[in-house]
């Protein structure tokens, strides 16, 4: 996965994530500051030059890339926002006359920019189902295969490993989206995928604060690709951005692990409330997702999906839970949810909420919880 001093292997994706990527020597920082330039001193062949011009290449983001490359088992690009990331591969991968097949159920702009551009570039765009992306039902001359597991926001899980075997039986690329699972609990790469695209805006950074995706792969040519298409568009993150991302990513273990563990109790008491009528949560042993969360996750995140019999109720909850703020978006610190129906661009029931668990302690999340679920039956 990679190494601290020279040596000393690193097996576990939470130590990688504190001592990969920073420079180790007499005087020097833990994490050194970002580096803000446009221009490097730059002599001879520019071919030659690591860093040349600032829109090509930055410190900053090596010593990001090199800790995530290490988490995902490849290498990897930092980009500006995950959809910068999702764009990224998407246009450098597909040609015009390709298939590309992509969740119905997944990521509303990814399905979004795919129809708006794609389409118009002579790209056929096929959508199917997370939960229905089994070998019966793939459409043939597939080029890309997308797919997003857990899907978001329903939380469908499909098998990357079978999926991936099937779909280079055909001669395509595979790519998974691993926002929501996150490369500490989720290794697509491993699984068989060519690509995996994040969106480190999410739980990578986790304190919703900056933006910033990343694009992962094993394929040389892959990421050639990738970081040509940020030099050329000019879609480049800031070298703040990057380093608050690398500071966030160091604790990501520590957070995931809490936020898991209390996903977890939060299923659990929103699965016995009368006041939800159905639960998503891959951990709990009734989901449609138990068994490949078991065996695909190294857990089952910390997203939960809850339904309440209309749109009125599931708006009570959220006004009446004081530790649950309303908001779109996931992974921070903070507990957050939201009405997804809200965005008319899912198929969700009306009364349909995605949480992100936070960091609170969980005696008091639960018990808040609890009284705004009592409220909403009372």
Not at 114 to 140: C, F, K, M, Q
Not at 189 to 215: F, I, P, R
Request: hydrophobic residues 45%; charged residues 20%; negative net charge.
């Amino acid at each position: 996965m990679g190494e601290g001093r020279p040596g000393r292997e690193i097996v576990k994706k939470s130590t990688a994530a504190l001592h990969v990527g920073l420079e180790i020597g007499q005087e020097l920082p833990f994490a050194a500051g970002p580096v803000f330039a446009s221009a490097y001193h730059l002599s001879g062949d520019p071919a030659q030059a690591t860093y040349a011009y600032a829109r090509s290449s930055n410190p900053s983001w090596a010593s990001l890339e090199e800790v995530l490359g290490a988490l995902e088992g490849g290498r990897a690009r930092v980009f500006p926002s995950g959809m910068a990331a999702i764009a990224a591969v998407l246009t450098s991968l597909l040609e015009p006359g390709d298939r590309l097949v992509l969740p119905s159920d997944g990521y509303s702009i990814t399905r979004q920019f795919a129809h708006t551009y794609l389409d118009r570039w002579g790209v056929d765009v096929v959508e199917i189902p997370t939960a229905g992306a089994d070998l019966s039902v793939l459409p043939e001359g597939i080029d890309l295969l997308w797919l997003e597991t857990p899907s978001n926001p329903m939380l469908d899980l499909c098998d990357i490993e079978v999926l991936a075997t099937r779909a280079h039986d055909e001669g395509a690329l595979v790519v998974v989206d691993n926002t929501t699972a996150t490369p500490y609990l989720q290794s697509p790469l491993e699984l068989g995928a060519d690509v995996s695209v994040s969106s480190d805006t999410k739980a990578v950074n986790g304190h919703s604060d900056v933006l910033m995706g990343h694009v992962a792969s094993r394929c040389d040519e892959i990421l050639e690709g990738v970081a040509l298409w940020r030099t050329l568009n000019g879609a480049i993150p800031g070298p703040m951005e990057t380093w608050l991302v690398h500071r966030g990513l160091m604790t990501m273990g520590v957070r995931v692990d809490r936020q898991v563990a209390t996903a977890g109790r939060v299923a659990e008491l929103l699965a016995e409330h009368p006041a939800v009528t159905a639960v998503r949560y891959p951990g709990l042993v009734g989901d449609p997702s138990y068994a490949l969360a078991r065996r695909q996750m190294s857990a089952p995140g910390f997203l939960v999906g809850f339904t309440f019999e209309d749109a009125a109720a599931a708006e009570r909850f959220l006004s009446e839970a004081s530790l649950v703020y309303d908001a779109t978006s996931f992974g921070g610190i903070h507990t957050t949810a939201e009405r997804r129906a809200r965005w008319g661009t899912d198929e969700v029931p009306e009364g349909f909420i995605r949480m992100s668990v936070g960091l609170e302690d969980p005696a008091d999340l639960l018990a808040d919880i609890s009284l705004a679920l009592d409220r909403v039956s009372g």
